[in-house]
T-cell receptor, first 107, second 120 residues
Framework: DIQMTQSPSSLSASVGDRVTITCRAS??????LNWYQQKSGKAPNLLIYAGYSLQNGVPSRFSGSGSGTDFTLTITSLQPEDFATYFCQQNSSMPFTFGPGTTVDIK | QVQLVESGGGVVQPGRSLRLSCAASGFTFSSYAMHWVRRAPGKGLEWVSFISYDGTNKYSADSVKGRFTISRDNSKNTLHLQMNSLRPEDTAVYYCARGAGFGGGWHDYWGQGTLVTVSS
């Protein structure tokens, strides 16, 4: 199985900050990497699919990059509604494993 | 609009069974792969099971293989997860999610989740 790691596990940031979250796969997954946001008590929400494609309706301050084993989710100007937990997921091969998550909270 | 509504969660004793359902509407259910994903208290998301659009291909995580069975009824726009031999570590919120893209590899719509608690 492909193992996914994320760093950091948590971070504190202020509104307006630029935030970067890193995801690493245990083997090459090409661009088969997705990012989700989950707020407390809510279902996850797809942000980015296939490495860098922005899901419909997701603000353009979110972006994804990377290929192979190393990927990045960037939020260019953090907004109050962005405080949440972010998960990466590989869909290169079954099982479609998730990373452990990165919690973004208010500094 | 796309809607996924899970049901069937509850409190169950270890070793017992439970069947979750997910009612889909607002899209052509029979054209999409579907998944179950769970999140245990204090833990991250865990992908659980996949079924292809026509039900011919299925795959489950090792943690549930041999105990959980995914199925679908395209005539009723419904997805199921039969959970047998439940363990305390199966306690989680279970989400059904639509599979999008080639191979249904990402989840563009999710249900609100149903809580399963395995406890004596």
């Amino acid at each position: 199985d492909i193992q996914m790691t994320q760093s950091p596990s948590s971070l504190s940031a202020s509104v307006g900050d630029r935030v970067t979250i890193t995801c690493r796969a245990s083997q090459s997954i090409s661009n088969h990497l997705n990012w989700y946001q989950q707020k407390s008590g809510k279902a996850p929400n797809l942000l980015i699919y296939a490495g860098y494609s922005l899901q419909n309706g997701v603000p353009s301050r979110f972006s994804g990059s990377g290929s192979g084993t190393d990927f990045t989710l960037t939020i260019t100007s953090l907004q109050p509604e962005d405080f949440a937990t972010y998960f990466c997921q590989q869909n290169s091969s079954m099982p479609f494993t998730f990373g452990p998550g990165t919690t973004v909270d208010i500094k | 609009q796309v809607q996924l509504v899970e049901s069937g969660g509850g409190v169950v004793q270890p070793g017992r069974s439970l069947r979750l359902s997910c009612a889909a509407s607002g899209f052509t259910f029979s054209s999409y792969a579907m998944h179950w994903v769970r999140r245990a208290p204090g833990k991250g998301l865990e992908w659980v099971s996949f079924i292809s659009y026509d039900g011919t291909n299925k795959y489950s995580a090792d943690s549930v293989k041999g105990r959980f069975t995914i199925s679908r009824d395209n005539s009723k726009n419904t997805l199921h997860l039969q959970m047998n031999s439940l363990r305390p570590e199966d306690t989680a919120v279970y989400y059904c999610a639509r599979g999008a893209g080639f191979g249904g590899g990402w989840h563009d719509y999710w249900g609100q989740g149903t809580l399963v608690t395995v406890s004596s």
